[in-house]
C-alpha cells in the first residue's frame, strides 16, 4: 500500500535524512520506510546526485592490487585482475559517507550532499518546463522525415525503429505528436498517427523550442571539486571568467577574466554567445600570452554553469591533445563565489550601464574594450595598498604585463582616468 507522500517530490529537509541514513550505515529500504517512499525512489536519488569526490588514482580498480605482481600495470587482459565491488559503495546505500573505511581506501569514493542535489534537482526542474527539448531546426528536419511517412501509414513504433538517426522513443514521438511540437512546422496533429489519440484537440498555442544542455560536462568540475583541488594546490593560479551583455539577442557579448592574483581585468569581444565563440575567446587568450604564460596563470579556470561555457573539454583541451587549464563551476545562483570577478564587473558597469545599447555608446571593437579595461585596471585599490592593478602586475608579474601591453592595455595617468560611459564616445571623436 503506498503512503501519502509517497507520490511527492524529496523535499531538503527529507534529503537531509536520506543524508543521516545513509552515514549511519542504513540501507535504501531503511531509508525508504523511513520517508515512506519506494526504495527504488531513494535508489535513484542517490545515485543521480552522488558527487565523485575522490578519483583512484590506479589505472583500474582491482581487488587484488595489493597483492599486485605484475606492478599495478593493470589492463582487462591481466590474469591477476579482479574488478573492486564495494558493497556499500556499489550497493547500498550507495555512497561513501560515514564509512569507516574512508581514510584507508584507494578506490573511487562518492558522496552524498543533500543541499547540492537540491540545487540539482531544481534546476533540471526548472529546465524541464522550459519549451520542448529541440531546436526549431532539429524539429524541422525531424518533421521531414517523420511527415511523408505518417502520410504512408507507418506507425511511430515503425518510424523511430526505421530511423533511429532521430535519437527518440515511440513513446517521445508521441508526446511531441500530442503536444502539436510538429504542428505548426508541418501540420501534423493527434490525427495523423494511424493510432489516434483520444482526446480533445488543444487550443493553438505557440510552442517553445529549446535544446537542454546535458549537465555532464560538470562532474569532477563543481565548486566543492574546486574547494578541493585548491587545497591540494595552494601555490596555483585561479582566473575567474564570465559573460557581461546587455542583449542577449545582438550582443556585443564581452567574455571577462579575473587574473585574480595580480587584480587585473581582462576581455575580449564577441558578436555571438556561444559554446564555440567562448572556446575560441580561451584559444586567443593562450595566443596572447603564449602556451607557458596561459598554463601559469590560467592554471584554473572558475566560471558560471552558463550554457555557453558547456564545452568545458574542448576548453581544457589544448591543440595538442594536452590539458592546458582546468575548469571549475560555480554552484547555481551563487556568483559570489566568483566574487572578485563580480567587483570589477561593477567597475566596468560604470562604463558600460545595464539596460544601453552598448554599441550605441561606442562599444564596438575589442580596441574600445582595451580602452575602458586600460581605465579600470589603472584604478588604484585599497586593497592593494594604493597601487593599481597594473601597478601591481608590473611588480609583481612583469612577464604577464608586457603581454598586456602588447595587445593594448596600458597604464592611464590618475587624474585622466575615466569610468563614465562619455570614455567611449569621447574618444569616438
Given at each position: ?13 527529507e ?37 565523485l ?54 578506490f ?6 543533500p ?52 535519437g527518440i ?55 566543492k ?44 569581444y ?11 575567446g ?45 575548469v ?65 602586475t ?36
Amino acid at each position: 500500500m503506498k503512503t501519502q507522500h509517497s507520490f511527492s517530490h524529496l523535499t531538503l529537509d527529507e534529503r537531509r535524512i536520506i543524508l543521516t541514513g545513509i552515514s549511519h550505515g542504513s540501507t535504501k529500504a531503511a531509508i525508504a520506510k523511513t520517508l515512506g517512499k519506494d526504495k527504488s525512489t531513494i535508489g535513484k536519488e542517490i545515485k543521480l546526485h552522488r558527487t565523485l569526490t575522490y578519483k583512484c588514482n590506479l589505472p583500474l580498480e582491482c581487488n587484488n592490487y595489493r597483492k599486485c605482481v605484475y606492478d599495478r600495470q593493470c589492463t582487462h587482459d591481466c590474469p591477476e585482475y579482479i574488478p573492486f565491488r564495494c558493497s556499500r559503495r556499489d550497493r547500498s546505500p550507495g555512497v561513501c559517507n560515514g564509512c569507516p573505511k574512508w581514510s584507508r581506501c584507494r578506490f573511487d569514493k562518492y558522496q552524498y550532499y543533500p543541499e547540492a542535489a537540491h540545487r540539482d534537482y531544481r534546476t533540471t526542474l526548472v529546465d524541464s518546463r522550459e519549451g520542448v527539448n529541440l531546436t526549431v531546426r532539429e524539429a524541422k528536419h525531424m518533421a521531414d522525415i517523420i511527415t511523408p511517412l505518417l502520410k504512408q501509414g507507418q506507425s511511430p513504433y515503425q518510424i523511430v525503429t526505421n530511423h533511429p538517426e532521430l535519437g527518440i522513443f515511440e513513446r517521445t514521438l508521441y508526446n511531441y505528436i500530442e503536444n502539436d511540437v510538429f504542428h505548426e512546422i508541418a501540420g501534423i496533429t493527434v490525427m495523423d498517427p494511424r493510432r489516434q489519440v483520444s482526446r480533445k484537440l488543444p487550443k493553438k498555442r505557440t510552442t517553445a523550442y529549446k535544446r537542454r544542455i546535458s549537465r555532464k560536462y560538470l562532474e569532477g568540475r563543481t565548486y566543492k571539486d574546486y574547494r578541493t583541488y585548491i587545497s591540494d594546490y595552494p601555490e596555483v593560479f585561479v582566473t575567474q571568467m564570465d559573460t557581461v551583455y546587455n542583449d542577449e539577442t545582438n550582443g556585443p557579448f564581452i567574455q571577462t577574466f579575473k587574473f585574480v592574483r595580480a587584480g587585473i581585468l581582462f576581455a575580449l569581444y564577441h558578436n555571438e554567445k556561444t559554446a564555440a565563440s567562448m572556446k575560441k575567446g580561451i584559444d586567443t587568450l593562450e595566443s596572447i600570452l603564449g602556451t607557458d604564460l596561459f598554463r601559469k596563470y590560467v592554471h584554473v579556470l572558475l566560471t558560471d554553469r552558463g550554457s555557453e561555457f558547456s564545452a568545458a573539454d574542448a576548453i581544457e583541451a589544448s591543440s595538442d591533445g594536452t590539458r592546458r587549464t582546468r575548469v571549475f563551476f560555480c554552484d547555481p545562483m551563487q556568483s559570489g563565489q566568483k566574487g572578485t570577478l563580480e567587483n570589477k564587473h561593477i567597475e566596468l558597469r560604470y562604463i558600460l550601464p545595464k539596460g544601453t545599447d552598448l554599441r550605441g555608446l561606442g562599444m564596438t571593437c575589442q580596441n574600445k574594450l582595451n580602452l575602458a579595461l586600460s581605465h579600470i585596471n589603472s584604478v588604484p585599490c585599497e586593497i592593494l595598498g594604493g597601487k593599481s592593478p597594473l601597478e601591481l602586475t608590473e611588480f609583481m608579474y612583469h612577464d604577464l604585463y608586457e603581454k598586456l601591453l602588447a595587445f593594448g592595455i596600458c597604464p592611464i595617468e590618475k587624474d585622466r582616468i575615466i569610468l563614465k560611459p562619455y570614455l567611449l564616445k569621447q574618444q569616438s571623436k
